[in-house]
């Protein structure tokens, strides 16, 4: 069963080698000592970076989303680590274990001090952040209960720990017409860790960013926000990508209330129109999941948002705009894919 309360992080790792260096944990010293090779599968889209520009000719073109640095490969025998290895850029390594049924994981990507962790139950619980996918996306893969003798070997799918959000257009159709200019666009209630296990999602008072709107101090660059300032006459659509990054999330949507708690992730869109700005929160309508996608093809403006009371936060960005109904439907490619909205338009 999935949990919705983050456990803290365990103890302060004291240990850090190398990344190449391998630790043997003696646990199981008068076993026969075997060579594994293990080769890990990531899915195969590109992606960007903190920092880089958010916007782009087509839905993955941008560097990171499969880019390795690092591969840690631990094996258990039961709850105790059998053997560890750490590579760089590289999708296969060899580590040395005992015989018998063993259980794998591979995290690409993660931070060097994993490798003073000494059993399965330490790993799965460890936290990750959103921000250590700074530079390249973090992922993670398994295997259980794997045979292991003489010459053995393994394949290991793995995927991220992060989920995407693509908006690839913005239709300018308001009823009153006239031109508008979209300010901002950017998601809000932004979970910023989960765990290697992945089913301990962030409480209150875990790393959340944006909470219940744009907060200034409150994101982490291109992740979560484009700022940006765009014209769109009446009739036509503005047809640039919009990429944002978030860690799982299955709380629900909840309306505006003083005193903020964890809520489902929601994209926000804020134009100017005859002087005056407007918010756009958008229900996204689905919890976010590891390695999914999640695409808006078209956001259809026809109604005028809720007015902007020019504060961070509050219900003009948290209350989804009166009329909004979307309909989700599942397309699995790639990142898996989730389409939003029929025919992956939302209109509002």
């Known amino acids: 069963m999935k949990k919705t309360i983050l456990s803290a992080a365990f103890a302060a790792l004291m240990?850090?080698?190398?990344?190449?260096?391998?630790?043997?944990?003696?646990?199981q010293a008068s076993a026969?000592?075997?060579?594994?090779?293990?080769?890990?599968?990531?899915?195969?889209?590109?992606?960007?970076?903190?920092?880089?520009?958010?916007?782009?000719?087509?839905?993955n073109d941008t560097e990171g989303e499969t880019k390795i640095s690092t591969l840690q490969i631990f094996v258990f025998a039961g709850d105790v680590r059998d053997g560890y290895v750490s590579k760089n850029v590289t999708t296969s390594a060899q580590v040395e274990c005992t015989a018998g049924t063993r259980d794998i994981y591979c995290i690409v990507n993660g931070p060097a001090t994993l490798n003073s962790i000494v059993s399965k139950t330490a790993l799965l619980a460890t936290v990750s952040t959103l921000v250590n996918n700074h530079d390249n996306f973090e992922m993670v893969g398994f295997k259980t209960d794997q045979t292991i003798a003489t010459n053995s070997s393994v394949s290991i799918p793995v995927n991220r720990i992060a989920s995407k959000i693509v908006v690839k257009s913005i239709e300018n159709a308001l009823r009153s017409g006239g031109p508008i200019a979209i300010k901002?666009?950017?998601?809000?209630?932004?979970?910023?860790?989960?765990?290697?296990?992945?089913?301990?999602?962030?409480?209150?008072?875990?790393?959340?960013?944006?909470?219940?709107?744009?907060?200034?101090?409150?994101?982490?660059?291109?992740?979560?926000?484009?700022?940006?300032?765009?014209?769109?006459?009446?009739?036509?659509?503005y047809e640039t990508n919009h990429f944002f990054y978030a860690y799982p999330n299955n709380y629900p949507q909840t309306d505006y209330n003083a005193t903020w708690a964890p809520k489902r992730t929601m994209l926000v869109v804020q134009i100017q129109y005859n002087g005056k700005l407007y918010d756009y929160p958008v229900d996204l309508g689905v919890d976010l999941e590891s390695n999914k996608m999640y695409v808006i093809n078209n956001l259809k403006l026809v109604n005028l948002g809720n007015l902007d009371d020019g504060n961070e936060g509050g219900a003009d960005e948290e209350n989804p705009v009166t009329g909004v109904t979307a309909q989700v439907t599942i397309d699995i490619k790639d990142w898996t894919v989730v389409t939003l909205g029929t025919n992956g338009g939302i209109t509002i």
């Open 184 to 237: 901002k666009v950017y998601i809000t209630n932004v979970a910023g860790q989960f765990n290697y296990g992945l089913d301990t999602y962030a409480a209150a008072s875990g790393t959340w960013y944006n909470k219940g709107g744009h907060r200034a101090n409150g994101s982490i660059g291109n992740f979560t926000q484009d700022i940006t300032t765009v014209n769109v006459a009446a009739g036509s659509t």
């Open 32 to 59: 026969q000592k075997v060579i594994l090779d293990v080769t890990i599968v990531p899915d195969g889209n590109p992606t960007k970076a903190i920092g880089t520009v958010n916007t782009g000719a087509s839905n």
């Open 15 to 27: 240990l850090f080698t190398s990344c190449d260096e391998k630790i043997d944990v003696p646990s």
